[in-house]
């Protein structure tokens, strides 16, 4: 029977996907039978779930300042700083023996709606750290030969850091030198509106003229 262990090697950004995506290297050991010999795994049907640790690191000033929208005041944090979610994802698994490692792909945005989004944004350097909460199904023979099937139980877990300069490289890579804003769809309107009244082609251009003109030496762009 295999008694599956987890553990993160690393992680990489991909490139040219439809959206930002982040593929951690997921290392799985099946474990050996009562010979010592590699149990063999048909396949898994892996579910993970992805939640972010802050309470696990130090903030700099700066990064209190920032995330004072998620947390509140620093004074407060013994009580507002939790365990956060992250995502939840899917891998299926190859058959293997043994060890074995497969990428773990992780779907990121951009969404300063989404509190994650918030947090990576908010810090400037260093790590995040994360734990991944894993289960699914197995599916493997046993000494008959007879494909047999169990269940991986929520007390498997693995932990990694990520370090932010890899999630500031992706959203570079996908949206370079561009923020996203995600607004109603009335105050969309009229926006677009004040856009068209005073004759700006870009939306850049509206936004500076609503706030009286562009601040100096400032180039990041917004996208609506």
């Known amino acids: 029977m295999p008694d599956l262990q987890f553990k993160i090697d ?3 950004v991909i490139p040219y996907a439809a959206s930002p995506q982040l593929a951690f290297k997921l290392r799985v050991d ?6 010592g010999k590699p149990v063999a795994v048909h396949s898994v049907m892996l579910r993970c ?3 972010l640790e802050p309470v696990q690191r130090r903030y700099d000033p700066a990064e ?5 929208e998620l947390f509140g005041e620093p004074q407060r944090w013994g009580q507002t700083l939790r365990s956060m979610l992250w995502t939840n994802t899917m891998a299926v698994i190859p058959p293997f023996a043994g060890k074995t490692q497969v990428d ?3 779907a990121c945005t951009f969404d300063f709606n989404i509190a994650a989004t918030k947090y990576f944004a908010a810090l400037d350097s260093g790590e995040v750290p994360l ?4 289960s699914g199904t197995v599916f493997y023979a046993d000494e008959n030969g007879s494909l047999q099937v169990q269940q991986i139980s929520w007390e498997r877990e693995a932990t990694f850091r990520l370090p932010i300069s890899v999630w500031k490289k992706m959203m570079e890579m996908y949206y370079p030198n561009i923020a996203w804003l995600s607004v109603r769809q009335d105050v969309f309107d009229r926006l677009n509106a004040y856009r068209i009244q005073c004759g700006q082609p870009t939306w850049e251009g509206a936004l500076e003229h609503l706030l009286g003109g562009p ?3 400032i180039e990041r762009q917004v996208s609506l």
Do not use: H, N
């Open 30 to 35: 099946s474990g050996a039978d009562d010979a």
């Open 215 to 217: 601040e100096p030496k």
């Open 104 to 106: 773990l792909p992780i």
């Open 49 to 51: 779930q992805i939640r």
């Open 64 to 68: 209190q300042e920032q995330l004072q």
């Open 10 to 12: 690393g992680v990489e």
């Open 131 to 134: 734990s991944f909460l894993f």
